[in-house]
């Protein structure tokens, strides 16, 4: 297809790759007076000049520009960089990491056929599998995912999907991305994989055999808590494919000015994850060495136990961790998240704020127990503060308890 794939390149050293993507491929500055930033093309619809012009996007709408709910010249600039990233042939960028995750999905099941997910993915997949689809004939089956074996033993004969998130944005369960792949490939089952926790820059699923990779770019291509957006990669046919039915008919697509803050977090990228990268190292040192910390889970920790399948897939790992209290009651918790003085408590990740979850959110007071590990985890977003700041704002609040 067209106008997309003359800017798909393979770089070789990944170094020269990653600045050349996140400085110029996909922009034309010449074609907009040379400006460094690339301009907002604010517009709903595209005129033509000739009726064969009209006539040519009419059959074709994913061939050029002809009304924003389709295609638009500002999320194309982003389109490039995000494919080239994920080192795939295309990409469509959503209005959520949910609706890019529907997309996904929906386009590729009918009535009658079967999904194979892992356990506890995002809970807007979870939804999609549990009571939506369900109402029109497509049916889910949970699998854990740390051993192959499971995903063999759940695959029937219309399986049509594995779904896969990796790692697991609460637990960090991984699954093993070469061996799912190579199982579904033999099967004719096509494989998604939500990267949202590691970004191309940690973790490259298509690479690894994977059909479809997914992110939420609200968490770290964004940046800086101000969009909600999400990115889908794959084949120019599978990327059609869902242009011309899931994505237009449910109007599914960014819009301009997000795809521009977006555009604008992918230059910071890099350099973001590093500076996260180093406050988690320091963050994880000092729970661990902490005696009010009863256990940690980060998949990049010697002691997490898939730490060798971690090492072996991915490239990084940094912001998010969870860890449990030592603590009699929950109320204890409660005292130490309602202590906290900089670390906000909020959903998402992946901006410049240091975040915290704590499990007991999730269930009602009255069914507090402290016997439930689940209720006595807190899930932890290191942002990019220094790490000392964050440092004591949990020293003091565990103090407190
Ligand atoms: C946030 C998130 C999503 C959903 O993305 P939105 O942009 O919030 O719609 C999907 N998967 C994971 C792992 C997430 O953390």
Not at 58 to 81: A, C, H, Q
Not at 246 to 270: Q, S
Request: hydrophobic share 40%; with cysteine; proline share 4%.
């Amino acid at each position: 297809m067209g106008i997309f794939s003359i800017f798909y390149h393979k770089h070789k050293s990944h170094l020269m790759d990653l600045s050349y993507i996140l400085n110029e491929l996909g922009e034309e500055r010449a074609s907009y007076f040379n400006a460094v930033a690339p301009p907002i093309m604010q517009t709903s619809n595209f005129a033509c000049r000739r009726v064969d012009d009209m006539r040519k996007l009419f059959e074709n709408e994913y061939s050029g520009y002809l009304y924003s709910r389709g295609l638009n010249p500002t999320v194309d600039i982003l389109r490039k960089k995000l494919a080239a990233l994920d080192d795939a042939e295309d990409c469509l960028v959503f209005n959520s990491g949910a609706s890019a995750i529907y997309a996904a999905v929906t386009a590729n099941v009918s009535a009658g056929d079967h999904i194979v997910s892992v356990s506890k993915p995002y809970t807007w997949a979870q939804k999609l599998f549990n009571d939506l689809l369900p109402r029109f004939g497509v049916n889910t089956t949970y699998v854990d995912g740390t051993a192959i074996e499971h995903f063999e033993r759940a695959v029937l004969p219309n399986t049509k999907i594995i779904y896969l998130e990796t790692p697991n944005s609460w637990n960090f369960a991984l699954q093993d991305l070469a061996a799912v792949a190579e199982l579904a490939r033999a099967e004719g089952i096509l494989t998604i994989c939500d990267n949202s926790y590691c970004t191309p820059i940690y973790q490259k699923p298509l690479g690894l055999g994977i059909d479809l990779s997914l992110q939420s770019a609200t968490k770290y291509i964004g940046g800086h808590s101000d969009v909600v957006a999400g990115v889908l990669c794959g084949t120019t046919a599978m990327m059609q494919k869902i242009f011309d039915n899931e994505f237009g008919t449910a109007g599914l697509g960014v819009t301009p000015f997000h795809a521009w803050l977006l555009i604008r977090g992918l230059r910071t990228l890099p350099m973001r994850l590093q500076k996260i990268s180093e406050n988690t190292r320091q963050v994880l040192h000092f729970l661990k060495a902490h005696p009010k910390v009863e256990d940690i889970l980060f998949p990049f920790d010697e002691s997490f136990p898939q730490y060798g399948l971690a090492k072996k897939q991915m490239q990084g790992a940094c912001g998010l961790l969870s860890f449990y209290l030592d603590v009699k009651k929950i109320e204890d918790i409660v005292t130490f998240c309602e202590s906290l003085k900089h670390i906000l408590m909020a959903v998402s990740w992946g901006g410049y704020e240091s975040l915290i979850i704590p499990g007991c959110a999730s269930v009602k007071e009255k069914d507090y127990d402290i016997t439930k590990k689940s209720q006595r985890m807190l899930r932890l977003y290191v942002g990019q503060e220094e790490p000392e700041y964050i440092i004591n704002d949990l020293s003091q609040a565990l103090n407190n308890i």
